[in-house]
């Protein structure tokens, strides 16, 4: 569907909210509304519809929908903890409906972006609990729970490189895993050292300790900074190690019971 | 052949028509604006014009401009704002709203000539027609002018006693405005490095460019007394010494320059903030 129809269905679905007296007909109406906000993309606008809508005053029927669009919402829009709490909350709305299992699934992924393995194994085995043929349930339960026990990574702490970078320069490097990176700020620092000291020794004085305090401090502020950039992004790599075969498994795993 | 396809054009023409306009209506429009769903506003009013005409384009219209200056599209707003006839209730409101908009694109000629065709203006009116009047002298520097307006509007009880206040404030803080020396600061740099920059109240910067030419100064001394004035290094040393020193001239004069464009520019943010207020405040 093109996006300028789906800026007409947007407005039909708001006059529709807007001429109807009747709550079940405008609680459907904003729905319709927060699905197709979504078509377009924009994520933030169909949550703040979503939000005008009462949950308890809402029609048993159309609750489960209510709160699978409400965490999907989040989860586009790359709120995470907004996702978990609303699942969260919602959760007995959904239970042996036809939303139960891709609001399960949605709640692991967000819990895997947030390294909340409680939740992850939580609502993971939800999903897989709901397989009828057993063997595979087992099968699969196995093989989630043989990923999730692996120990979560130890991630650097980007100020503890930015401090070992300070007393001395491309340690902060080495601790975040970048030897050569470490070793060559190391080397830029000597030289510098080694010729301002040669300056200093020859008689220049000013010249020496001048050109070399300013090129030092340069070095030296700048190593700090590469120090801890590397170590945010060897965090990053060990976290997207850790989490991408568990969430490969969980989105190809009911392809399994095809 | 060919009335089949006009029959499927009409059709067509009127299927698309009729599922657009339906919506397409004053009250419904109210009730986006009051919801602050100000796309929508555009989506609704986007290619209404030929279907439209009267009372319900004029409200149409100006939601449409009201939803632009929301989202911050001030030209288009502009262009649907001029939409309204003069003999429409809304004419006036627009015309404030559209002058404003054209105050904060800095086309102050074309927001005199919306006020100028406000009609039959009422107290109140009247009131914020000196307000922007008054705000659009102090954006050209006719602080005196607007000054004189202000001080008018205060013999009288008004509504916006907090914002003519302000005005005149930004008034007295024009009038007061020293604009500074460029030559005095560049001859203050040529005699001491940086004290022009201190002088265009750059205090820091002042201090960094006097340690800095200190300290290029005292390399070029060293090694002209070590090495001798024809050696490379000398040369070297002097040679960066005379572009910094230059540079701290250039750059005080310009310190001046960028002091003045700085008060200028917060004192335009301010105004054209303040003579705002009291047009949301009535145009609720």
Not at chain 2, 132 to 158: R, V, W
């Amino acid at each position: 569907m093109k996006q300028g129809r789906y800026s007409d269905a947007n407005l039909a679905y708001e006059y529709v909210a807007f001429k109807s007296t009747e709550q079940s007909v405008i609680t459907l109406a904003k729905l319709g509304r927060a699905q197709v906000l979504k078509k377009m993309h924009a994520y933030d606008r169909g949550l703040k519809i979503l939000g005008t809508i009462n949950l308890i005053s809402t029609a048993d029927s159309v609750r489960p929908a209510l709160v699978y669009e409400m965490v999907l919402l989040s989860f586009l829009n790359k709120d995470y903890q907004e996702s978990l709490s609303r699942g969260q909350m919602g959760l007995s709305l959904i239970s042996d409906t036809e939303y139960e299992d891709p609001v399960s699934l949605l709640l692991a992924l967000a819990a895997l972006e947030e390294l909340d393995l409680m939740n992850v194994n939580y609502f993971g085995s939800r999903y897989l609990s709901n397989i009828s043929n057993q063997d595979l349930r087992d099968k699969l339960q196995n093989q989630f729970n043989s990923l999730i026990s692996k120990e979560l990574p130890k991630l650097k702490d980007p100020e503890k490189a930015r401090k070992w970078s300070t007393i001395i320069p491309g340690s902060g490097q080495i601790y975040a895993g970048s030897i050569g990176d470490g070793l060559y700020n190391f080397g830029l620092h000597a030289v510098v050292l080694g010729i301002s000291g040669w300056a200093f020794l020859s008689g220049y004085y000013v010249s020496g300790w001048l050109s070399g305090a300013t090129v030092l401090q340069k070095l030296h502020s700048g190593g700090q900074l590469r120090a801890v950039d590397m170590c945010e992004k060897k965090n990053r790599l060990l976290i997207q190690e850790y989490a991408q075969p568990i969430q490969e498994f969980l989105i190809s795993a009911k392809n399994q019971t095809k | 052949m060919i009335r089949k396809r006009i029959t499927l054009i009409y059709i067509l023409l009127l299927w698309f028509v009729g599922s657009h306009a339906q919506y397409v209506q004053a009250d419904f429009a109210q009730h986006l604006s009051d919801n602050r769903y100000y796309q929508e506003i555009i989506d609704l009013t986007d290619g209404m014009s030929f279907q439209i005409s009267g009372a319900k384009a004029d409200s149409l219209n100006f939601y449409r401009g009201w939803a632009f200056f929301n989202l911050q599209r001030v030209p288009e707003g502009i262009v649907s704002f001029r939409k309204i006839p003069a003999h429409s209730k809304l004419f006036n409101r627009s015309m404030f709203l559209s002058a404003w908009s054209s105050v904060y694109l800095g086309h102050h000629d074309d927001a005199r000539h919306d006020l100028s065709l406000i009609v039959s203006p009422d107290k109140i009116e009247k009131e914020l027609l000196a307000i922007q009047y008054s705000g659009l002298h102090l954006l050209n520097l006719k602080a005196d002018s607007a000054l004189l307006l202000l001080n008018t509007m205060s013999n009288q009880a008004s509504v916006y006693d907090d914002q003519i206040d302000l005005l005149k404030t930004y008034s007295l803080e024009t009038l007061n405005f020293k604009p500074k020396s460029m030559a005095i600061a560049g001859l203050l740099s040529a005699v001491i490095p940086g004290t022009g920059k201190v002088y265009a109240g750059e205090k820091g910067a002042g201090i960094g460019s006097l340690l800095l030419l200190a300290g290029m100064g005292g390399m070029a001394v060293e090694n002209i007394l070590k090495s001798g004035i024809t050696s490379w290094n000398s040369i070297m040393f002097t040679g960066l010494f005379s572009l910094f020193y230059l540079g701290n001239v250039y750059g005080s004069i310009i310190s001046i320059k960028t002091y003045r464009e700085r008060f200028y520019e917060s004192k335009e943010q301010a105004i054209v903030a303040t003579i705002l207020i009291p047009l949301r405040d009535y145009y609720r």
